[in-house]
């Protein structure tokens, strides 16, 4: 068949799809979740053994440790992803949420009524529980979806989209709310980018070079899951015995997600701790990429460091990389953040209130924190339950996106006969 008519059928497919489950009561998705969480149950084994051939072919292929370990799934994951259904069912449905409600001069009852967006498309990296977060959100929300994951993991996706269509049927829904592109072949997800006839909105997850083919490409509204270019300000009032395990967790715990720590700017009054907090990192792994000043000083305590240039700022490094960089102050800080920054998180460490209020002011990306790790940027961590994407952009919906950010709403206005005078 050729790829047009291919992504035409999913596209009418989910589109019917959508009529069905817009107005489906929150029990009927209550029962669908917990089906599809049963039906993973189920089909353990058979999920296992299919990841079990991605993660060889993977290893075949010469995909790297860490992205193997994103690709992965055993006994624990797999629990912990039936668990989080759990989390997501408990969660309160936005559909059908009054958002306002007023009785204008002439009689006529305005109000905005919260609703499914209808058609969702996302595209995302080689990693298993995305592909049922994405799913349980969706239809948690009254959407029909349509998935492209990673080609690494295309068996696990088939079994886990297979598990969440048999739960609809098995609840009497149309298995087409859930659809996956079956086939890697790249010319399927620009060819998914143009479906705007069927497709309302589009959640590319990935790095520069699907930005850029989004950019360039789509026909439908896009919010992008970008990349996370993300930056902690240790602050000359910060106490750094309570900083570093901050730093240290925003660096090392999972290196290869965007919300990981990519670059640290330390105020100049904060040089003498340069050494300690160097040798703490380097102890962990951790690979320093250092401009000239902090260079010198960490090479004066015998830590090694590359000299960083303006590109090392500019990366995403996922991986036991650090940059470094002295600055004079917050000011500065911003700046540099201004300029490096993808906007999608931000981190200041320090005690005094003004700076960090100023901090939280003038930074504008996804999530600013103040004394907190940028590894929080995660909807299980926001209380959303699950994450479609971390949108790195402004228009509606920006960070972790849950529910609510796949929903939209309408007017609704009663009348009684009621005519504009
Ligand atoms: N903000 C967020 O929500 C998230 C952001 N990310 C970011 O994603 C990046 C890492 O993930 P990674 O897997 O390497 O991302 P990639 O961008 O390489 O891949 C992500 C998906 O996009 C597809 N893709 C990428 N480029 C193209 C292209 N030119 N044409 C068609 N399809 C394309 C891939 O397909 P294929 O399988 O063929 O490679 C894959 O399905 C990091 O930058 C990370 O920060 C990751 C997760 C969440
Ligand atoms: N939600 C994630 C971060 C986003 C993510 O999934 O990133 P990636 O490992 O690049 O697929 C977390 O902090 O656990």
Redesign the pocket.
């Known amino acids: 068949m050729m790829i047009s008519e291919y992504l035409k059928g999913l596209g009418q497919q989910a589109r019917a799809a959508s009529f069905s489950l817009a107005n489906l009561g929150a029990p009927a998705k209550r029962a669908l979740l917990q089906a599809i969480a049963a039906e993973l149950a189920v089909s353990r084994s058979d999920i296992l053994a299919a990841n079990g051939r991605d993660v060889t072919a993977a290893r075949a292929a010469g995909l790297n440790d860490a992205m193997i370990d994103?690709l992965l799934l055993n006994e624990a994951r797999l629990d912990a992803i039936i668990a989080d259904i759990a989390t997501v069912v408990a969660l309160p449905d936005p559909i059908g949420e009054e958002i306002d409600s007023r009785l204008l001069d002439n009689g006529l009852r305005l109000s905005r009524r919260r609703v499914p967006l209808g058609v969702i498309g996302v595209i995302?990296?080689a990693?298993p529980n995305?592909t049922v977060e994405i799913a349980v959100l969706a239809l948690k929300t009254g959407n029909a979806v349509i998935l492209r994951g990673g080609k690494e993991t295309i068996e696990t996706n088939l079994l886990l989209a297979g598990a969440i269509r048999r739960a609809l049927q098995s609840e009497g829904l149309p298995a087409d709310a859930v659809q996956l592109i079956d086939n890697p072949d790249r010319a399927l997800v620009n060819g998914l980018l143009r479906l705007d006839r069927y497709v309302d909105m589009i959640v590319p997850?990935g790095g520069q070079g699907l930005q850029r083919l989004c950019a360039e490409q789509a026909t439908i509204p896009v919010i992008l899951g970008g990349i996370g270019i993300c930056h902690m300000y240790l602050d000359s009032q910060a106490d750094v015995g309570r900083a570093l395990p901050v730093i240290i967790n925003a660096k090392v715990q999972?290196p290869?997600?965007?919300?990981a720590l990519d670059t640290l700017l330390v105020h100049r009054k904060q040089v003498a701790s340069l050494p300690r907090i160097g040798r703490e990192l380097a102890a962990l792994g951790v690979k320093l990429v250092a401009c000239a000043d902090s260079r010198a000083q960490l090479s004066d305590a015998g830590i090694g460091a590359e000299l960083a240039d303006d590109d090392s700022f500019a990366t995403e490094w996922?991986s036991l990389t650090l940059g470094i960089k002295l600055v004079s102050d917050v000011d500065e800080a911003i700046e540099h953040i201004r300029r490096y920054s993808s906007g999608h998180s931000e981190a200041i460490l320090t005690d005094n209130v003004h700076t960090a209020g100023h901090f939280l002011n003038e930074v504008n990306s996804a999530a600013v924190y103040v004394n907190a790790s940028t590894?929080f940027?995660?909807?299980?961590?926001f209380g959303l339950g699950a994450?479609v994407a971390?949108s790195t952009q402004k228009l509606h919906a920006r960070g972790?996106m849950g529910l609510e950010a796949l929903t939209t709403y309408k007017w609704l206005g009663i009348g009684d006969y009621t005519s504009r005078g």
């Open positions: 994103r995302y990296e990693r995305v997850r999972r290869t997600v965007c919300n996922l590894r940027t995660d909807g299980g961590q994450e971390v972790p």
